[in-house]
């Protein structure tokens, strides 16, 4: 009776073993896929924040590189904006000192005389001039030009002209502007296009 009983109670301790053999062998089995699809769900996800971060590092960099591109450009137009203005105060300081008191009346004398001496279609000239350089410019002309050649130019000042002079050819409408200003706006862009091509490295 004893060893019946003792068989019987094998019997059941086997099947409840073997039945929590196998719920522990599905609960094992249901985990790993719960733990694969975790991990492939984190895989992907991942992947996902990886693609992400490097189209936005991307699109940082190109916004990066285009607003260095633009601060270059705005550096050098400030650049050429600021050497254009210096260019021109030195270029009318120059003009103003070379076109003022008795360098302008030499300057005059020759242009003058290049003018009446050698051609003959102009028979007649008026120079427009500061007043404040009217009596510089007579006495010049007085010393070098002959009085046929005094005769044919006429001195006409200004008020506020500032430096320099401007012709005028009997019966011709067009004037010729030789003010420090006009000079010097000349002589300046010509030199802006120099230097602009200097700093652009052209």
Do not use: W
């Not at 120079?127 to 070098?144: G, I, P, R």
Request: aromatic share 2%; charged share 30%.
């Amino acid at each position: 009776m004893a060893d019946e009983l003792q068989a019987l109670l094998n019997k059941i301790v086997d099947e409840e073993l073997s039945k929590t053999e196998g719920t522990k062998e599905k609960i094992l089995a249901q985990a790993k896929a719960e733990a694969e699809s975790i991990l492939k769900n984190a895989r992907s996800e991942a992947d996902e924040i990886i693609s992400s971060a490097q189209k936005e590092a991307q699109v940082f960099r190109t916004k990066g590189e285009e607003a260095l591109r633009q601060a270059s450009r705005d550096v050098l137009l400030s650049l050429r904006s600021a050497m254009d203005e210096r260019i021109k105060a030195v270029a009318i300081a120059v003009a103003g000192k070379e076109l003022s008191g008795d360098a302008l009346g030499k300057t005059l004398v020759h242009l003058i005389e290049a003018f009446l001496k050698h051609d003959g279609n102009e028979d007649r000239l008026e120079v427009l001039l500061d007043e404040k350089e009217q009596q510089v410019v007579e006495n010049a002309l007085a010393a070098a030009l002959d009085a046929d050649l005094r005769a044919r130019c006429q001195l006409s000042p200004v008020g506020g002209m500032g430096k320099g002079f401007k012709l005028v050819f009997s019966g011709d409408s067009v004037v010729y502007d030789f003010s420090d200003q006009a000079l010097a706006e000349t002589l300046a862009s010509h030199l802006s296009g120099r230097l602009a091509a200097i700093v652009s490295g052209n």
